[in-house]
């Protein structure tokens, strides 16, 4: 699959005092991220891909976005984010249990799973409805390396680091 890559620094250049990407899904949802947490935005041909410095990468379809625009507004509306989702996992690195949070303001059909450094699956952690803030246990019980925590919605795919000690 062929990407164009933009990075970080191209998109402060580009437009200048911009503070926010803004994504608009077609279900109205509105996501909203601060420039500086972004690393890299991928297109492909058929999915937007982005990738913040704390190594979260949220994935979307490119059918299930309306728009994508850049935004300077600052403030109030810096806090309050419609369709905000927010993934936590702790502690990271790990040498034992650890805590998923994830928060999600709509509600959706959730998959949250553990993979390696390859994309198999290692475990499934929950499958089902998700609305709000809630907080999963995975006991870690793995070789220690690298691992993700892969969390499917409707609409998107979150993907966060973890290491294992």
């Given at each position: 699959m062929k990407y164009i890559l933009f990075t970080v620094q191209f998109f402060i250049a580009l437009i200048g005092c911009a503070q926010n990407l803004i994504v608009t899904l077609n279900n109205s949802i509105i996501e909203t991220f601060p420039i500086a947490n972004i690393q890299s935005i991928k297109f492909g041909t058929s999915s937007m891909i982005l990738n913040e410095f704390d190594g979260t990468v949220t994935t979307w379809n490119i059918q299930n976005i309306n728009n994508y625009a850049f935004d300077n507004t600052s403030g109030i509306q810096d806090i309050i984010q419609s369709g905000k989702s927010d993934l936590s996992i702790f502690p990271n690195p790990s040498v034992?249990?650890?805590?998923?949070?994830?928060?999600?303001?709509?509600?959706?059909?959730?998959?949250?799973?553990?993979?390696?450094?390859?994309?198999?699956?290692?475990?499934?952690?929950?499958?089902?409805?998700?609305?709000?803030?809630?907080?999963?246990?995975?006991?870690?019980?793995?070789?220690?390396?690298?691992?993700?925590?892969?969390?499917?919605?409707?609409?998107?795919?979150?993907?966060?680091?973890?290491?294992?000690?």
């Open positions: 034992g249990e650890v805590t998923i949070q994830f928060q999600l303001e709509e509600k959706s059909l959730i998959t949250i799973e553990i993979i390696d450094a390859n994309g198999n699956q290692i475990r499934q952690i929950y499958r089902g409805e998700h609305q709000g803030k809630e907080s999963y246990k995975w006991d870690g019980n793995v070789p220690n390396g690298f691992y993700y925590c892969r969390i499917l919605t409707n609409n998107k795919t979150i993907t966060k680091p973890i290491i294992k000690k």
